[in-house]
């Protein structure tokens, strides 16, 4: 696994301690030269800011808001325009989602799932999935 896709809402948005985890999951996977990128079904505009900050303050590699592109997840052209977005394909990335319907969706497009309830599950599982080593 070469590209880590993760949701927005109920995913990155939840408290500042799960924030602050997040952002150091991110930055050890880029150091490890995971691609990183956010695939939110946001609609886009002015009010999608704080989804985009994430790419501003180079805390992932790209964000791709369903608004922008013309299509939502669970369609495959959602999962497509993120893999495209940090220049990997489908089979290299994996998806972390608070909807199993859009897990589910993921991984019948190529992808690998996980499905998210909270940080510390999904966290054994990405770190397994990408030999990511440290404390989150």
Do not use: H
């Amino acid at each position: 696994m070469r590209g880590l896709i993760v949701d927005y809402v109920g995913v990155l948005d939840g408290t500042e301690d799960d924030q602050r985890r997040w952002r150091n999951l991110l930055a050890a996977a880029k150091r490890d030269g995971v691609a990183t990128a956010i695939l939110s079904n946001d609609p886009g505009g002015p009010a999608a800011d704080p989804i985009r900050q994430w790419q501003t303050r180079e805390l992932v590699d790209a964000v791709v808001l369903s608004g922008e592109i013309g299509a939502e997840k669970p369609s495959e052209e959602a999962f497509q325009a993120a893999a495209d977005a940090i220049g990997l394909p489908m089979r290299d990335c994996v998806l972390v989602d608070d909807s199993i319907l859009n897990v589910r969706a993921a991984v019948e497009s190529g992808l690998v799932g996980v499905y998210y309830q909270q940080f510390d599950r999904a966290v054994v599982e990405i770190v397994g999935l990408f030999g990511i080593e440290g404390e989150f």
